[in-house]
């Protein structure tokens, strides 16, 4: 009964959107499964479709394992490539082709007049997801579905998805501990508190032309350098008692911590700001290290993690025992953790 509740949580959770992104651990961990769960759900809606990569092929172009296929009711619109477009067997009335080119050739918008399954290759760039998003839109979808390629969590971004769900499993890890400890750990960085207000601004202010900003007091100092990727040196030799912010449009990665760690810096005092919890590419012991000495990281975008449906059998054949897996997760987090092959959608109407 806990678990319903938990998962009927999650459904009302959904009406309050208009866009979700469905993000995933790793290959395998359930997300064309959640994705035609949610289709199903919403079929006496119109709904919008399409892919960061591909999905739907009937097997795995990484992995060479079979895999669920995507299956459309009708009126639901997909943008996919043209090449996934040919290959489905779902009917279409084609409504757009788009100036968007994919190694697979133009996105091309379709409304399904008969139902079937359908292969879906998207773009593979945030502004071009957009795009599609908002042609989605255009044609009078009322719920759009962006799902994730491999690891892409990236496409959690919230200027590109009002919500996102989290897809985890054995195919990550056999490890029920381990496996509970990377979801938390991908979780925690997802959801890093929001830059108060005025700081928020200021990064929005500066950040237009920089990668790298320092602020003193009320001071701003822009980096010249291109990328935050290579940024440890000038981030290091810009710390002094009087910085407050360091700003970073880009990713703040592992190096980085590491290496303020090794300088022994004074992070107490300082707060680092990024665009949002994709951002943050860092180990979990170095995090927990940088935590642990003063360090604090805010964000300007907060993401909005709703669920996290989990997939407890991986591609070899292992069976996780989901119970025990479940109880683990929720005593960590408090937002709803689901397996969708439990429910009958009969159930949650």
């Known amino acids: 009964m806990e678990k319903l509740m938990d998962f009927r949580k999650f459904i009302n959770n959904l009406y309050k959107y208009k866009s979700l992104s469905i993000i995933g651990l790793e290959k395998n961990t359930g ?4 994705l035609n769960f949610l289709i199903n759900k919403f079929k006496n809606k119109k709904l919008g479709i399409t892919s960061i990569g591909r999905d739907g092929e009937e097997r795995d ?41 994919t190694p697979l050739g133009n996105i091309i918008i379709g409304r399904s007049v008969h139902p079937g399954f359908v292969e879906i290759a998207g773009t593979s760039t945030k502004s071009q997801t957009i795009k599609v998003i908002n042609k989605l839109s255009e044609y009078g979808c009322e719920f759009i579905i962006i799902d994730g390629a491999l690891s892409r969590k990236t496409f959690a971004d919230p200027k590109i998805t009002e919500a996102s769900i989290l897809c985890t499993g054995a195919a990550f890890s056999e490890d029920i501990d381990m496996l509970t400890e990377e979801t938390y750990n991908t979780l925690k960085l997802l959801s890093i508190d929001k830059a108060e207000k005025d700081i928020v601004q200021l990064y929005k202010e500066n950040m237009k032309d920089c990668k790298i900003a320092f602020l003193y007091g009320n ?4 980096s010249n350098l291109k990328t935050s990727i290579n940024a440890s040196k000038e981030i290091i030799l810009n710390f002094n008692d009087y910085l407050k912010f360091v700003f970073i449009k880009g990713i703040l990665t592992d190096n980085l911590i590491r290496d303020m760690l090794n300088a022994k810096l004074n992070l107490k005092s300082v707060t ?26 805010r964000v300007v975008n907060n993401i909005n993690i709703i669920g996290v449906s989990v997939n407890p059998v991986s591609p070899s054949g292992c069976v996780l025992d989901y119970n025990e897996l479940w109880r683990k997760l929720k005593r960590k987090i408090d937002i709803p953790v689901f397996n969708v092959m439990d429910y009958d959608l009969d159930v949650m109407e």
């Open 31 to 34: 997300k064309t499964t959640t």
């Open 272 to 297: 680092f700001v990024v665009e949002d919890g994709t951002k943050l590419f860092i180990d979990k012991n170095n995090f927990e290290t940088f935590m642990a000495k003063g360090g604090k990281i």
């Open 219 to 222: 001071e701003v100092k822009k």
């Open 61 to 101: 172009v990484v992995t060479y394992t079979n895999k669920p296929k995507i299956y459309v009711n009708e009126n639901t619109v997909v943008a996919t490539s043209k090449s996934s477009f040919l290959k489905s067997d779902a009917t279409f009335e084609i409504l757009d082709v788009m100036d968007i080119n």
